[in-house]
């Protein structure tokens, strides 16, 4: 199991940054990709970004591609999202999750495939 609290959320002008992170309980972080997503009202939750449990390997929407860059320290037992560039678009929760890495590379942005989460911090852009 593990437990999953998002942090760094706040309210940023058009094209400012913001770094999100999500530290995560119990000893096997390490076993698990993560992910990012995040929801605007009205909208479905959506995929942001993925990181596989050594950092090897990355995947992100085309939406943040180039803008955002996600990461993880296992010896810290957190995973974190650099957000540059930011649009009014971004404005949403960003939620953080983990899935168990069978699989990953073919399930890395379907939510449904991640089995924890976290309780999500709002991101506001202003124009």
């Known amino acids: 199991q593990v437990q999953l609290v998002e942090s760094g959320g706040g309210l940023v002008q058009t094209g400012g940054s913001l770094r999100l992170s999500c530290a995560a309980s119990?000893?096997?972080?390490?076993?698990?990709?993560m992910g990012w997503f995040r929801q605007a009202p009205g909208k479905e939750r959506e995929f942001a970004a993925a990181i596989s449990w050594s950092g090897s390997t990355t995947y992100y929407a085309d939406s943040v591609k180039g803008r955002f860059t996600i990461s993880r320290d296992n010896a810290k037992n957190t995973v974190s999202l650099q957000m540059n560039g930011l649009k009014p678009e971004d404005t949403a929760v960003y939620y953080c999750?983990?899935?168990?890495?069978?699989?990953?590379?073919?399930?890395?942005?379907?939510?449904?495939?991640?089995?924890?989460w976290g309780q999500g911090t709002q991101v506001t852009v202003s124009s």
């Open positions: 119990g000893r096997t972080f390490s076993s698990y990709a």
């Open positions: 999750a983990a899935m168990t890495n069978a699989g990953f590379s073919g399930s890395y942005s379907k939510p449904n495939k991640y089995g924890y």
